[in-house]
């Protein structure tokens, strides 16, 4: 909802009826944990649903929704035994099992919430509600950087637009300007703290979106930073 309050101080946000604002805000398969729609889109498809429920969409929504709970409670379920966990760790004697127990966790992360996005497109696209895609093989990825692009992407987009592009816009054009180093390095770190503390507003969240704010800013930008800090 946050998004529709700023696009509407900033004039973006279309006309919405009392129904289509509702409807989007209670749409119960993307209100838990999203996927993180924007009103805008939502309301097309909303409309175009009421007069084209097509066969082809509930058949591919029903494939979506069986996908989704075989990863959900056959993957993710059956790795929840194997993985890292309080019990788990007291059990572990070698290296190679605490990585296994920590790869099982990895993986369980990942196809208990993949699953979970797979369930409410699904369910979406038998209502005529096509809820943007939220994973892309990330685990394939080469660095973070291309990880946040393919994880959880309707949030990670959703920083980029509402904190990560004005916050830079605004250091960048400040009457002193920052280097471009610095403004990029700042961006990241920021988004990434606030991401962090999204997941849990605790101290550990927060280092760890400021590790990953670290990582996902251009190698340059980081020893950059540090060659100037030292110079001061």
């Known amino acids: 909802m946050l998004h529709t309050l700023r696009d509407r101080q900033t004039g973006r946000l279309p006309i919405l009826s009392l129904q289509e604002y509702v409807s989007y805000v209670v749409f119960f398969p993307s209100l838990t944990a999203g996927p993180i729609d924007r009103a805008e889109r939502f309301v097309k498809d909303f409309n175009l649903s009421k007069n084209d429920a097509r066969l082809a969409s509930m058949v591919e929504g029903g494939k979506r929704i069986a996908v ?7 993957l993710a379920d059956t790795l929840a035994l194997v993985a890292l966990s309080s019990v788990n760790f007291s059990l572990v004697q070698s290296t190679f099992w605490m990585w296994a127990l920590l790869y099982a966790y990895a993986l369980r992360i990942y196809f208990d919430f993949s699953g979970y996005t797979d369930i409410a497109i699904g369910i979406g696209r038998l209502m005529g509600i096509k809820l943007p895609e939220n994973f892309d ?4 990825k080469s660095n973070l950087t291309s990880f946040w692009n393919s994880w959880h992407m309707t949030l990670a987009q959703w920083f980029r637009t509402y904190i990560f592009n004005p916050l830079t816009r605004a250091l960048r054009t400040a009457r002193n300007p920052l280097p471009a180093y610095l403004v990029i390095l700042i961006g990241q770190l920021t988004t990434m703290c606030l991401i962090g503390l999204w997941h849990g507003v605790t101290w550990n969240f927060l280092l760890w979106g400021a590790w990953h704010g670290w990582a996902c800013s251009p190698t340059t930008a980081g020893w950059n930073f540090i060659v100037h800090i030292l110079a001061l």
């Open 137 to 140: 093989r990330p685990y394939l």
């Open 68 to 74: 989704g709970l075989f990863k959900k409670f056959v």
